[in-house]
């Protein structure tokens, strides 16, 4: 059975004095129905995980920034037949959640993790919501 490898980018905003999260509510399998972070599969044209979470982010939620690997808070997940990193960041207070999606997601918004218990989310989210804070030394239950 050949490894699957995948990458996302996870976009955190400050709003109010807590953090927001940019997640999109999926259409298709896997996790239909779970709200998740932008990301998927690595193709042979990209050169690197990064690549990957960047190519999926565009192609998911038309969003092209300028980001760089290096500027990342990364969190990974490795199992015998899994690898998937996702890349995260900060974004500025007057970044807005896209308008126009793809097929993926029916829906797409800054969720304030606050209030992130009220929703079922794809494996792996909370996971990177800790890690996140953690390197932002902000606790969070």
Known sequence: ???YKGAGIALFQKQDNDYTILLGKR???PNKGKWSIPGGGFEKTDNSLFETAIRELREETGIDLSLTEKDAVICSFHYPF???KTFMYEVDS???APKILGYEFSEIRFIPLK???KYELAFGVRK???RFLKNKTISYN
Request: aromatic share 22%; hydrophobic share 45%.
């Open 128 to 130: 990177e919501i800790k």
């Open 1 to 3: 059975m050949r490894k």
């Open 115 to 117: 209030e992130i218990q």
């Open 82 to 84: 899994f690898e998937w």
């Open 27 to 29: 259409t298709i399998k």
């Open 94 to 96: 007057y970044f807005l």
